[in-house]
């Protein structure tokens, strides 16, 4: 069974920065690609960033040249470093795990962690 764990979130003034950790079991993050998801209250869960099992990384127009995906393979751990966080950036972030990219973009799984709460504010 997969499990996911997300981590590193907190409460940081815009400008600032955090890296959000996701750790697995069950499933090798280095033969699948991983995607970086955010949603807050009333909204649908959005995808921010992905990484394919192979690296190479794609992320959502509000965040490129600001955050960055990247992967552990000896942690089994996939980790996004925000910087210059934004209010806009405030939600619940989450993780998960697909065979391919399509799967990640798509967003449709079975079950999702518990999410790690991001909140920028001054």
């Known amino acids: 069974q997969v499990q996911l764990v997300e981590s590193g979130g907190g409460l940081v003034q815009p400008g600032g920065s955090l890296r959000l950790s996701c750790a697995a079991s069950?499933?090798?993050?280095?033969?699948?690609?991983v995607g970086w998801y955010r949603q807050v209250p009333g909204k649908q869960r959005e995808l921010v960033a992905d990484i394919a099992a192979i690296g190479y990384t794609n992320y959502v127009d509000s965040v490129k040249g600001r955050f960055t995906i990247s992967r552990d393979n000896a942690k089994n751990a996939v980790y996004l470093q925000m910087n210059s966080l934004k209010p806009e950036d405030t939600a619940v972030y989450y993780c998960n795990a697909a065979p391919s990219i399509r799967d990640i973009r798509r967003g449709v799984f079975g079950s999702w962690g518990q999410g790690t709460q991001v909140t920028v504010s001054s």
């Open positions: 069950g499933i090798i993050f280095s033969r699948n690609a």
